[in-house]
């Protein structure tokens, strides 16, 4: 959130504003109260982001708030369309550094990832975002504003973002007022008027933290990627600080706060977690907690020193937590011609395109590549 006390440096970004937060900024100048909910309107309803445009605030004030409020986002610096219709925007955050989001399509859903954090301290083995220390926590209005950006382009093919989930770049438990403060913006009624129950905040399992999701009303991701405290704490250090009985006993006080089931993310990697026995390890493990097991297989990327297991090994694992009568999906792994798949995720504004994926067996000849901000769809 940011400072609003006067004589702090303006302009203040627009969209870290919650409306409250807005109200207070006005009155501290003088100000009616309503005026936020007006402004409001215009931004989130109407898509003006220009004050000399927001015909109903006088002459005066227009060009007041001119000088103390600013709707600059980062901008998108490439925008990629994978031949499976994911779409990958790069968004330059300033120093070289930028975050990505991905939008990926289902049946009935056009669901966005988007970023928390450049970096992620939580070093994951297995995960790209993990390999590249953090460098800065996102403010509020650099997650409002990869919905917006993203939105915004989507409109020209008639198209409506009805998801989010937290599960791009960086660990949004570690980032948890600007995170938090952005999903205010994105359910209230008074932004962007997504329901809570379409929000999804996925986490390592920050358990001091995990209490804010259900706080929040929000759905609850784990990345769960082990089957025992040996396993998990190799692949995911964070579980030696937070080991996985004290992480399970946290997921059940979210079901009995919620009521809503927990998605356990589960990254198979050969030899390490996809064997047959290790099903069997993974679903005795969760059998007392309510939730849905989700498998991705592995994506490479260059030097992580591990490998994504055969469809027929994924296929077996699949089918024996099935059997073992878990409720788990197998989640089709999405955009990788593009680099958008989970745990491929960069900081750096130049990364090649030509990323090497050994065992990759997708060519990207068809990948449509967009350098600036205004594709065509
Ligand atoms: N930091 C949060 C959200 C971002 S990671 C978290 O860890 O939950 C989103 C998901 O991508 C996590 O479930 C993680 O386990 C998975 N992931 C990371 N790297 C991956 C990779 N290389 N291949 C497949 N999944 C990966
Ligand atoms: Fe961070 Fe999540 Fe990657 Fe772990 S999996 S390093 S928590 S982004």
Redesign the pocket.
């Known amino acids: 959130m940011q400072n609003l006390e006067p004589g702090m440096p303006q302009p203040l970004n627009f969209y870290s504003f919650t409306l409250e937060g807005l109200e207070k900024f006005l009155k501290q100048y003088g100000k009616e109260k309503f005026r936020a909910q007006q402004i409001f309107k215009w931004v989130y309803e109407q898509r003006v982001t220009d004050f000399d445009q927001m015909l109903n605030l006088s002459k005066d004030l227009r060009a007041e708030l001119k000088n103390l409020i600013t709707f600059n986002l980062p901008p998108i610096v490439k925008h990629l369309v994978s031949v499976d219709g994911t779409q990958k925007f790069l968004f330059d955050v300033r120093d070289g550094n930028s975050i990505e989001a991905v939008v990926i399509p289902s049946d009935d859903r056009l669901t966005l990832c988007v970023s928390s954090e450049i970096g992620?301290n939580?070093?994951?083995q297995f995960?790209f975002?993990?390999k590249q220390k953090l460098k800065r926590r996102l403010d509020t209005y650099e997650i409002v504003g990869q919905f917006m950006q993203v939105q915004d382009i989507l409109n020209k093919s008639g198209l409506k973002l009805s998801n989010i989930v937290f599960m791009g770049?960086?660990?949004p438990l570690d980032n948890c007022e600007a995170v938090f403060g952005a999903i205010d913006v994105i359910h209230s009624p008074w932004g962007v008027n997504l329901s809570r129950k379409k929000i999804t905040v996925s986490t390592?399992g920050l358990i001091p933290e995990m209490w804010r999701v259900a706080d929040a009303k929000v759905r609850l991701a784990v990345?769960l990627n082990g089957y025992n405290d040996e396993v998990r704490s190799l692949v995911?250090p964070i579980n030696k600080k937070y080991p996985l009985a004290d992480l399970l006993e946290e997921c059940k006080s979210y079901y009995r706060a919620t009521g809503d089931k927990i998605t356990m993310e589960y990254v198979l990697l050969k030899g390490v977690t996809d064997q047959l026995d290790h099903a069997k390890q993974l679903v005795k493990l969760l059998r007392d907690v309510p939730c849905k097991i989700n498998l991705i297989p592995f994506n490479e990327h260059p030097g992580s020193g591990f490998e994504r297991p055969s469809d027929e090994t994924v296929q077996a694992f699949h089918t024996e937590c099935m059997r073992l009568g878990a409720q788990v999906l197998l989640r089709r792994t999405m955009g990788r011609d593009i680099y958008a798949a989970c745990?491929q995720l960069t900081t750096k504004v130049n990364r090649p395109e030509t990323m090497d994926i050994s065992n990759s067996k997708i060519g990207g000849n068809n990948a449509r590549s967009f350098s600036s901000g205004q594709p065509g769809l």
Do not use: I, K, R, V
Request: aromatic share 0%; hydrophobic share 30%; with cysteine.
């Open positions: 992620c939580m070093a994951c995960c975002t993990g770049m960086g660990e390592s990345s995911m745990g």
